[in-house]
Nanobody, 127 residues
Framework: VPLVESGGGLVQAGGSLRLSCSAS????????MAWFRQAPGKEREFVAA????????YYGDSVKGRFTISRDNAEITVYLQMNNLKPEDTAVYYC?????????????????????WGQGTQVTVSS
C-alpha cells in the first residue's frame, strides 16, 4: 500500500486532530499530495492539496482558516492539522498523490486527477 493514513479518531467540537499520510517510496517526494474526505451518503470532497516543494497549498472553502496541510519530504509524510473541528467535518479522510510537482493550473480539487490513494482514516467530531 503506497499511502497509509493515521491520526483519525473521536474528538469533541472545537478540538483538534493531526492526520498523517506516510508514503512508501522516494518517488513520492516529487508528487503533489492532497487530502479528500467522504461522509456517509455524500460525495467525496476536496479538503487540501500541496505541491511537492510545499510552497503552494490549496484548501476547500469549508476548511479554510481551520485546516493546514504540510509535508516533510525527508520523512515522505504529509500532514493535515485540523483545528476548531465541527461535527460536519466527520468523514473518512483519504490521502492522495499525483505524479506532478506543481499544481498550478491543474484541477487539484478533482479526485480522478490523483494516481494513488490511501485506505482512509475515520474522523468523528461530536457536538
Amino acid at each position: 500500500v503506497p499511502l497509509v493514513e493515521s491520526g483519525g479518531g473521536l474528538v469533541q467540537a472545537g478540538g483538534s486532530l493531526r492526520l498523517s499520510c506516510s508514503a512508501s517510496g522516494r518517488k513520492f517526494e516529487r508528487y503533489a499530495m492532497a487530502w479528500f474526505r467522504q461522509a456517509p451518503g455524500k460525495e467525496r470532497e476536496f479538503v487540501a492539496a500541496i505541491s511537492w516543494s510545499g510552497r503552494s497549498t490549496y484548501y476547500g472553502d469549508s476548511v479554510k482558516g481551520r485546516f493546514t496541510i504540510s509535508r516533510d519530504n525527508a520523512e515522505i509524510t504529509v500532514y493535515l492539522q485540523m483545528n476548531n473541528l465541527k461535527p460536519e467535518d466527520t468523514a473518512v479522510y483519504y490521502c492522495a498523490a499525483e505524479d506532478v510537482d506543481d499544481l498550478t493550473g491543474r484541477k487539484y480539487y478533482v479526485g480522478i486527477e490523483y494516481d494513488y490513494w490511501g485506505q482512509g482514516t475515520q474522523v468523528t467530531v461530536s457536538s
